[in-house]
């Protein structure tokens, strides 16, 4: 089963829009981009990730959205099925 994040992206000031959208191009083995929207609030830009399992849902995070440049932090968000 697929697990989706929801990856909250604080980015350096005036980088909102290069990292939106380098992350349109986002690819990682495993991983698939859901969606991507650059955003106000306390955040800059929102990415929902769909992943073939978690591990692999980390490593697309650690080793692909993290490394764009103009990404200061990211917090993530599981999205959980609730009975």
């Known amino acids: 089963m697929a697990v989706r994040g929801y990856i909250l992206i604080e980015t350096e000031v005036g980088k909102a829009k290069s990292v939106s959208a380098a992350i349109q191009n986002f ?3 495993g991983a698939r981009l ?3 929207d650059t955003v106000t609030g306390p955040f800059d ?8 399992d978690l591990d ?4 697309a ?3 692909a959205i993290q490394k764009v440049n103009g990404v200061q932090r990211t917090t993530t ?3 959980v099925r609730l009975a």
């Open 27 to 29: 690819s990682y083995p």
């Open 34 to 36: 859901v969606n991507v």
């Open 61 to 63: 995070i650690t080793e």
């Open 77 to 79: 968000c599981l999205a």
């Open 56 to 59: 692999s849902l980390g490593n």
């Open 45 to 52: 830009v929102i990415a929902q990730v769909e992943a073939d």
